[in-house]
């Protein structure tokens, strides 16, 4: 006997499967895969140690990042919110990429002539800032399921290059460099095709400028910058008083415990694009989404991650689960700071993403200073999670005074 769903159900998996969230999840799961299999290959291929280095390279480059930012893209996209014609992203970010390559050749050069080691920094950070403003923009003025297939590209670029190398038997502690380099740049064939197509590109769009782009988005530098150390000072500890191979069994949990923030980030690109075209955003039910759809999956990942863990990496990775443990509430936490910084950066004030931000980072750095020299990965874990928390306390009060103001 055949027992049919009810429609009011089917029509829920229909509207849940056509949504653009539910989409661009389904394309993150996908990545997801990818980024697992990504991660496992080099930990199996090049070890804790080249792990750890690939890890703490990308966080150094988050961190360069930030510095540099000046927030252009998001300030690009506020402009086009308050009524600039969409054709001006694409030349704008043409004019921002040729400034900050010639910027960062001059450096590049006098770093090479003074001997300072600063070269993959540069190389890195240049090539995660033009992918990352590329997303931002791209996802921005045509949708979330630009950014969750960019990043599947970017995974499987990761992917090809660390098994080049390996097959060459050159995977090292530079080539996994050139390796993250290549993921970076990977999906600006997609981000490209899309700024082209609806970012300005043969219609006349005249460029913005950049310096005054710039000048607005300082002031965003302080809750930014406080923001990326929140997920990247945890490793860059761990790397510089533990060494290579403890920051690559940590950089193994943080990444499985970050997968609660999945979904939570399809909510906060929704949001961006929904204020980037003046739609109406709920905040409160963006919020308690990422909190429940990132609680579902922590459950998951407790349940499942040690045997995952072991099976996938083997025993040398075996601290990595503790962490984990240690880690997921942060992460859950740290979904629900994406939708607020999100919501934050195109509708509230700079000093909103400062209080919250630095909150959330000046608690994890005093929590590092405490538990790292006696718990070691589990005290980086915990750490992140007191501070993510604290972080996304302190947005929910900013965001309910916002509304309280707007009404």
């Not at 530079?174 to 380099?181: A, L, P």
């Not at 490793?235 to 997968?259: E, K, P, R």
Request: hydrophobic share 55%.
């Amino acid at each position: 006997m055949r027992f049919p769903l009810p429609r009011a159900i089917l029509a829920r998996l229909r509207t849940a499967v056509t949504h653009p969230v539910g989409r661009a999840s389904l394309l993150r799961v996908l990545s997801l895969v990818v980024g697992v299999l990504s991660s496992v290959i080099l930990a199996r291929l090049g070890g804790a140690e080249v792990k750890g280095v690939a890890s703490a390279f990308a966080a150094a480059n988050a961190v360069g990042f930030m510095l540099v930012n000046f927030d252009v893209p998001q300030q690009l996209l506020r402009e086009i919110r308050a009524g600039a014609d969409a054709d001006v992203a694409w030349p704008t970010l043409v004019r921002a990429w040729a400034v900050y390559s010639a910027a960062g050749g001059v450096v590049l050069i006098v770093a090479f002539v003074t001997g300072a080691p600063l070269g993959w920094l540069i190389v890195g950070t240049l090539a995660f800032l033009i992918g990352s403003q590329a997303g931002v923009v791209s996802t921005g003025i045509s949708g979330i399921v630009v950014s969750a297939v960019g990043a599947i590209a970017q995974q499987l670029a990761l992917v090809a290059a660390t098994v080049a190398f390996a097959a060459a038997g050159q995977l090292n502690e530079d080539s996994v460099r050139i390796g993250v380099v290549f993921s970076y740049l990977a999906p600006m064939v997609i981000y490209v095709t899309y700024l082209v197509r609806n970012g300005g590109a043969g219609r006349g769009g005249r460029s913005r400028p950049v310096i005054r782009l710039a000048r607005a988005g300082v002031p965003w530098q302080v809750g930014r910058f406080a923001q990326v150390l929140l997920q990247k000072a945890d490793t860059l500890v761990l790397f510089s008083v533990s060494g290579a191979a403890a920051a690559g069994t940590y950089s193994v949990a943080l990444s499985t415990a970050m997968l609660c923030t999945i979904v939570p980030a399809q909510f906060a690109s929704k949001a961006l694009f929904d204020s980037t075209q003046r739609r109406v955003n709920d905040v409160g039910r963006a919020t308690r989404a990422a909190l429940l759809t990132g609680g579902a999956t922590a459950v998951v990942m407790a349940l499942i991650g040690e045997p995952g863990i072991l099976l996938l990496y083997g025993d040398e990775f075996s601290a990595a689960y503790p962490a984990l443990i240690a880690c997921l509430v942060g992460a859950v936490a740290y979904g629900v700071i994406q939708v607020q910084g999100t919501m934050i950066r195109m509708l509230g004030s700079w000093r909103d993403l400062a209080v919250t931000s630095g909150l959330g980072l000046a608690t994890m750095l005093g929590a590092l200073a405490l538990t790292v020299p006696s718990l070691g990965l589990v005290g980086a874990g915990i750490s992140f999670s007191a501070g993510a928390t604290c972080s996304a306390l302190a947005g929910g009060v900013v965001l309910a005074r916002r509304g309280a103001q707007a009404e």
